[in-house]
């Protein structure tokens, strides 16, 4: 029976050059997600100020190196979005939705959670949103 | 039991029975009833005149005027508005104010009350009013469109007018049977008009869409049917799966969007299979990613959520498992 510690630790000895190879697997690369406008909410912990009752409009790329067909879902806390999913789209894609906010709110804290799923991964963005 | 015992013990039930119907408490209940024209801001009074148009809001004022709290007060409404029946609990000096909006739409001559508290009857209200007949004008603006047909009453929902001459309208309604809901405009142009309507705000059913433009209500020729698109009675709602399919050959992705996320520990697939919380993944209370593991028959499944207290079957949503697609 092998040993434990000859199972944690490998240590090759050599005199002359040795040759090693190996085999990576195809690591997926999540969407870029990239709040374009307004560009400042794109910096993490970043909050938008929004009376009730108003709108506000929204920009988003999302990029992917290693997919071709991505699905998106839009989704606020409360309120609503004139887009709320789409998809299959191309890995380079541009997309502009609306935000309305509510007349009254529980709290206001609320936020839009943004998703995107390339297949093998979900990327993620929350916008964070203070409604007064 | 001799006879006289029996006689007096029905004497008291009949005594206890008849002291809770008309228990004096009961009589501090006083109603009454007021009718406001929103078109003009004002309250309505006999020598009122009224449009076929306008919209109404009717107020049903309920108070305790007495000094000990009040339980179970049924009230029974009959006006303009309905058939309604409430059950109110009242604090000693409590008001309860009833809201109902209504077009009018119909020739009226008396704006009507009847309310009974208790069975009691408390209050009959005939107001004479003078409904004007006027040829409603609403050539100046059109609607040719709106963004959706259906809407799902378990959500605020975008909802969108397309037309002509909309820059002026200030406030959209919906008609739902009797029951008005009002709704302010969140943004407009003179094409489209961008409104919220916020989640359990309507009544299930067709409802009627109309426009306030110059303080005169309109009705339009568009409608949309109103579903409370729920199985159960939990928090949790099920929205949409993103996308709908799945690989039987492979582990699959999907995203799903509703609200109540934060309590579930985990899903099941109704072929039986249990999904744990490593196969998970919450972004927020509306947002969730679910990894349909491969290997499973590829048919038309549902999911139930599964949380510290319940089961939740989401029946009105289903996603595909296929062979080498996706």
Redesign the interface.
Known sequence: MASIFSLLSVQVLANSPVSVSAIVGNLNKPTDIKITSPAYLDAINQTEYLES???LTINLSFTDTDSTDL???I????????E??G??ISNSATLQF?Y????TVSSPNQ?I?I?V?D????A?K?IKLYIY | MKRSSFLLLLVFITAYVLGFIYSPDHNNVEVSTKYRNLNTGEYVSDSSSIKKGDLLERLLIVENKGENAIDNINVSDKSLIGEKEYTLNLNAGQTEIIREKIVLNSDLEYLSDEIDVDGNNKLITDLSVNVEEIELDNSFFSISDISAERIDNNFDSYFKIFGENLADISDVFFQCNSHVSLFPINKKSDTEITLLIESNTLKSGSCEIGLVYNSVSYFSNKQVIVTLNKTNNSNLVLKRIVPNIANSSSDSLLILQGKGFSDVVAIQIDNGVVLSLNFLKKLSDTTMVVNIPKGLNSGEYFFRFLTEGEVVSMENLKFKIVENEV
Do not use: H, I
Not at chain 1, 100 to 103: D, K, R, Y
């Open positions: 009752g108003s709108a699905y998106y879902t989704t606020p806390s409360v309120g609503a979005v004139s709320e999913f998809g299959p609306t309305l906010s509510p007349t936020d959670t998703a799923n297949g093998s991964s979900v993620s929350v």
